[in-house]
């Protein structure tokens, strides 16, 4: 939401800038006039429009290069990378809370206040509308006793009772004009525009912009009946009192009148100036390449992990395969598609995925796959074989995680129902203790709590090879997801993913 209201005041102050520029002065009024009705609402419009062929002539990623930085691949030197034992991913989800969206609150407050000025406003009209009028074909004129205010709205002519006989004939002759183009009209819709986004100061630029014109268009049609001499001293003899009235069109206004008579005085423009509202093209050009191009636009491509976790669930699936030649196969996967995801975020899915990274190796490390006695958790030692003493571990950290996890952090940081997962490597050094923890995810403030809840795991028993002890590298993911059920495929206690579903049946 943020983003849109920021693209249609970004929008809004290029359509005005051309205005200001190469417009305002040209006696174009009616063109100038359909200009500045036009352009808001465009402004309003772009930011949901998408042109396919636009964005493969102009790729996304080049639209987004200004803003992103360029992620080379990690380069290992001085030997390969250790085997690192993939602990089943650990599934953390906060509990839907009722929180008050502040920004909501403020943009609601100043809508009705912007509402209630408004309705203060049109009060004022709706009581000069209860004085005795005088009805007319197409319109009907209102006397203000013991004033001289001349204003127009819709169909209506207010005149004060103090204004001259030749004064009130000339007057009513610019007021008609406003009323047979319904000029009232195109302030009303900026006076809603002005309810429904009251912080955006372009919208108030642009109806005294429109005001100031359809004040030119009067002068205009008036000058054609009678002496531009006659017109001004008409102008400048009268006492100017008015009310701040923003969707009236007002005769007597004292920051109008002097513009009024500059532009009565100006020459017409020629017609090859009309060329200038072409300049609006290449904007609007700009503005729809941007929209089409972003990376918002993007259609989010096929997850690959799906193929990835088929694959393991085949692989967990074959009896030819000894234990340790499936874990070697599994953790290869898990490491590819850890860096298949990379950074992406997929929007639909409103899953955050962030990209692991390797661990270098001291020598002293052994791969988890041909260990002999792997590292177990307080409570494990005691099991035989070395799966259970994984799976009794394993079980016992997702617990840990599980408990000790802040999950107030993520509340804090995502919108709801977003899914953020964080990839946490640690080693279990030869003594039992946590060593090494790195993490990468969404939010710096992920990773931080992620590496205190690893490194509050207590004193494990180390893992040993040829009866010493040695070290183990080990990468934990843990997801978060801020109220709502958890996404992404499930794994069993043992790291295991679930079998894949049956194959659909063949056609033919």
């Not at 004129?141 to 006989?165: D, H, Q, W, Y």
């Not at 007057?171 to 047979?180: F, G």
């Not at 975020?345 to 390797?358: A, L, N, T």
């Not at 894949?500 to 049946?505: G, L, N, S």
Request: overall charge neutral.
């Amino acid at each position: 939401m943020i983003r849109y209201i920021i693209q249609i005041i970004v929008f809004q102050l290029a359509f005005l800038l051309v205005y200001e520029l190469f417009l305002k002065k040209e006696t174009f009024f009616t063109a100038n006039r359909w200009y500045l009705l036009l352009t808001p609402v465009l402004s309003l419009i772009l930011p949901f429009a998408s042109f396919t062929l636009l964005s493969e002539v102009v790729p996304a990623s080049a639209v987004t290069a200004i803003n992103n930085t360029i992620k080379l691949p990690e380069v290992f030197i001085g030997g390969n990378q250790p085997q690192v034992e993939q602990l089943p991913t650990v599934h953390i989800v906060a509990e839907k809370t009722t929180e008050v969206n502040w920004w909501l609150v403020a943009y609601a407050l100043g809508s009705f206040m912007s509402f209630m000025l408004f309705l203060k406003r049109w009060r004022v009209i709706g009581k000069l509308l209860k004085l005795k009028a005088e009805d007319k074909k197409d319109f009907k004129i209102v006397e203000i006793p013991n004033s001289r205010m001349a204003f127009t709205f819709l169909k209506t002519v207010f005149l004060g009772s103090e204004i001259s006989a030749e004064e009130r004939e000339q007057i009513l002759e610019h007021e008609l004009i406003h009323v047979s183009q319904k000029h009232s009209l195109d302030l009303l819709f900026f006076e809603i525009l002005k309810v429904l986004f009251w912080f955006n100061p372009l919208v108030y630029i642009f109806q005294n912009r429109i005001a100031l014109l359809h004040e030119f268009i009067a002068d205009e049609e008036v000058v054609k009946r009678t002496s531009k001499k006659h017109y001004f001293n008409q102008l400048l003899n009268s006492a100017f009192e008015t009310q701040n009235l923003s969707f009236t069109n007002q005769f007597f206004s004292k920051s109008l009148i002097k513009k009024r008579i500059i532009m009565l005085q100006k020459n017409k423009s020629k017609t090859i100036a009309k060329f200038k509202f072409l300049l609006v093209v290449p904007v609007l050009a700009m503005m729809l390449v941007y929209v089409s191009c972003s990376d918002d636009r993007e259609v989010a491509s096929q997850d690959p992990s799906n193929d990835i976790e088929n694959l393991i669930s085949k692989i967990e699936s074959r009896d030819n395969l000894t234990s340790d030649q499936k874990l070697q196969l599994v953790n290869s996967l898990q490491e590819i598609e850890d860096k298949m995801l990379g950074s992406s975020r997929f929007e639909d899915k409103k899953v955050i995925e962030v990209q692991g990274y390797g661990v270098s190796s001291d020598g002293a490390d052994v791969p988890f796959a041909v260990i002999e006695e792997v590292p177990a958790f307080a409570g494990c030692e005691e099991l035989k074989t070395n799966e259970e003493r994984k799976d009794c571990t394993s079980e016992k950290i997702m617990k840990h995680v599980q408990k000790e996890f802040n999950t107030k952090i993520g509340e804090d940081l995502l919108e709801k129902g977003v899914v953020a997962r964080v990839i946490v490597q640690f080693k279990i050094d030869e003594t039992g203790s946590i060593r090494n923890i790195r993490a990468r995810g969404p939010a710096p403030e992920l990773e931080e709590e992620a590496k205190r809840v690893v490194n509050s795991i207590p004193q494990m028993t180390p893992g040993k090879q040829d009866g010493e002890a040695v070290g183990v590298v080990y990468s934990l993911p843990i997801v978060f997801q801020n109220g709502g059920g958890t996404s992404g495929a499930a794994s069993n206690t043992d790291g295991s993913l679930p079998p894949p579903p049956p194959p659909a049946p063949a056609t033919k």
